[in-house]
């Protein structure tokens, strides 16, 4: 069993930073991807940023420039700093991991919310 959990969000004024952390825990030999992703009400599901086993990220273009995806692996942790926030980054963000054997786990989410 893995289970992903993520911390770290809240309320912040437009041109703000967050910083959100998931950590994954359980059986866990390495993780492949890691990324996270939000939804905002009435949207889809979105990618916001993902990186590789080896480091490799990858952007919406949305939040270049803004956002950086960092990991810890020997902690099993995904991070995304969030700077220069604006009202349109509001929703709930999730933490994805893809492992070898368990596949693709999801995190429970967690609200982010940027006033104007």
């Known amino acids: 069993q893995v289970q992903l959990v993520e911390s770290g969000g809240g309320l912040v004024q437009a041109g703000g930073s967050l910083r959100l952390s998931c950590a994954a825990s359980?059986?866990?030999?390495?993780?492949?991807?890691m990324g996270w992703y939000r939804q905002a009400p009435g949207k889809q599901r979105e990618l916001v940023a993902a990186?590789?086993?080896?480091?490799?990220?990858n952007y919406a273009d949305s939040v270049k420039g803004r956002f950086t995806i960092s990991r810890d692996n020997a902690k099993n942790t995904v991070y995304l700093q969030m700077n220069s926030l604006k009202p349109e980054d509001t929703a709930v963000y999730y933490c994805?991991?893809?492992?070898?054997?368990?596949?693709?786990?999801w995190g429970q989410g967690t609200q982010v919310t940027v006033s104007s």
């Open positions: 994805s991991a893809n492992l070898p054997h368990w596949g693709d786990r």
């Open positions: 990186i590789t086993s080896g480091g490799s990220t």
């Open positions: 359980g059986i866990i030999f390495s993780i492949n991807a």
